[in-house]
């Protein structure tokens, strides 16, 4: 129980050192830069950790990515087994170009516990606790909405739904507009507004569209210990991913997945870092000699909410300088 209680700060860490070198590269243009940094600052503090873990859902293969890779081993080899899902950088065009919304994410749970969901897109619907076991994917988004209204006592006219702008989302933002709510496009960066439907004050109410898989365990996994819900659906592009769909024991790879499914259990660790500004969390800020972070850290088994401002000394802690200034 004590070491447990101890991970979850441990996972902030993880987050916080990802978040400090990959903004250092925010607006440079460079998302590879940014995204590497943002890697190896991750992994460096996670070989600091007395865990066995196995990166369940990561930077890619390992043929296709130097660490971070789906497989990796992370820790110190002593400790609890735990499967281990990563996003160094999640939104990596956005710290490129300097755009709100940008996170470092990690999530953690025992083995087997985390959908290892592989790289290609899901069908999402994610809304706070208020609305929890009320929505459902496959109804008429007017339907959800006023779902979505009715438990947060407001009316439709008043909802933001966050949905990626893309032409694949036509029809659905249509379909919203028609409905009457409010729509915050995005460029990038699915998982922030997701995770921000369980904050009343976010400003977000719901979370819609089709965006990465891996990206939609990592917000199941945190609406999870807040008690928000997401549902998703795999959307598998040709036959080779209706294979790999397979191999992950989904008979049927386009079944509904719930969060049950996507997240087997409750005790799981969330931990998320601004890497720039959003709707849940303040993005990194250079100081005359270390940087200011913010980090939300949840643990499921306890539901405990935690919002961390930190502010790191690079002087006396050089491990949150990686990427260094040699740019
Ligand atoms: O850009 P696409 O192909 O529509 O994919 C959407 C996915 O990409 C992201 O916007 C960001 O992904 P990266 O961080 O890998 O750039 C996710 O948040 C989202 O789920």
């Not at 997401?230 to 790999?244: A, C, K, S, T």
């Amino acid at each position: 129980m004590e070491m447990e209680r101890k991970l979850s700060l441990e996972f902030a860490r993880v987050t916080e050192a990802a978040a400090v070198a990959s903004a250092r590269w925010m607006g440079r243009g460079d998302k590879h830069k940014a995204d590497e940094a943002a890697t190896e600052a991750m992994r460096a503090v996670f070989d600091t950790l007395d865990i066995r873990g196995e990166v369940v859902i990561g930077e890619g293969e390992m043929d296709e990515a130097p660490m971070l890779y789906i497989g990796e081993k992370l820790g110190t080899g002593y400790g609890p087994a735990l499967d281990i899902a990563v996003d160094p950088l999640e939104g990596t065009n956005l710290v490129a170009k300097g755009l709100n919304g940008a996170i470092a994410v990690v999530a953690a749970a025992p083995k087997g516990c985390l959908l290892n969901a592989p790289d290609m897109y899901m069908e999402k619907i994610a809304v706070g606790p208020a609305a929890a076991g009320k929505i459902h994917l496959d109804a008429p988004v007017k339907d959800n909405l006023k779902i979505v209204a009715e438990s947060l006592n407001k009316s439709v006219s008043d909802l933001t739904v966050v949905i990626l702008d893309r032409p694949r989302h036509e029809k659905i933002v249509k379909e919203i507009r028609e409905a009457g709510a409010r729509i915050m496009l995005i460029s990038d960066g699915d998982v922030s507004p997701a995770i921000a439907c369980a904050f009343e004050d976010s400003g977000v109410d719901m979370m819609i569209g089709i965006g990465g898989a891996p990206e939609g365990v990592l917000a199941a996994a945190a609406l999870k210990c807040l008690g928000g819900e997401l549902m998703g659906r795999l959307v598998p592009e040709n036959d080779e991913q209706m294979e790999r769909c397979r191999k992950m024991g989904l008979s049927d790879p386009r079944q509904i997945l719930t969060l049950d499914d996507l997240v087997k259990s409750d005790d799981i660790f969330f931990a998320a870092t601004g890497i720039t500004n959003s709707n849940l969390l303040k993005g990194v800020r250079f100081t005359a000699n270390g940087a200011s972070t913010h980090t939300l850290v949840v643990r499921g088994k306890t539901g405990t909410i935690r919002f961390i401002e930190a502010l790191h000394r690079f002087d006396k802690k050089p491990l949150y300088n990686l990427a260094g200034l040699n740019v």
